[in-house]
């Protein structure tokens, strides 16, 4: 049984810091790519970031470039998402994805999902 686990939400002030976890069980991911998507209230989800298990390839949602980073830990199963420079905007569910996407920010073609996780930015 696939299960994917976020963890690593909470509250921060604008300009500040959090670091997202994804701990992915279940299968092999090593073809996978796994992505961040997030959801605020009264909006679609929408892509934020994207790696490649394998190779390590990244790509960004141009909204979070620069001030997010995603990688992997092969040893742990684990993607994380480093945010830095946060802003109220950036408050929302914050959702951990796996699959084989042709189109990488197109959530629909992501097979599996973890739960989410709540960050929240005042300002």
């Known amino acids: 049984q696939v299960q994917l686990v976020e963890s690593g939400g909470g509250l921060v002030q604008a300009g500040g810091s959090l670091r997202l976890s994804c701990a992915a069980s279940g299968r092999t991911f090593s073809g996978y790519r796994m992505g961040w998507f997030r959801q605020a209230p009264g909006k679609e989800r929408e892509f934020v970031a994207v790696i490649t298990w394998s190779i390590g390839n990244t790509y960004y949602a141009d909204s979070v470039k620069g001030r997010f980073t995603i990688s992997r830990d092969n040893a742990k199963n684990t993607v994380y998402l480093q945010m830095n420079s946060l802003k109220p905007e950036d408050t929302a569910v914050y959702y951990c994805?796996?699959?084989?996407?042709?189109?990488?920010?197109?959530?629909?073609?992501?097979?599996?999902w973890g739960q989410g996780t709540q960050v929240t930015v005042s300002s």
């Open positions: 994805a796996a699959g084989s996407p042709y189109r990488v920010a197109t959530r629909h073609e992501y097979e599996y």
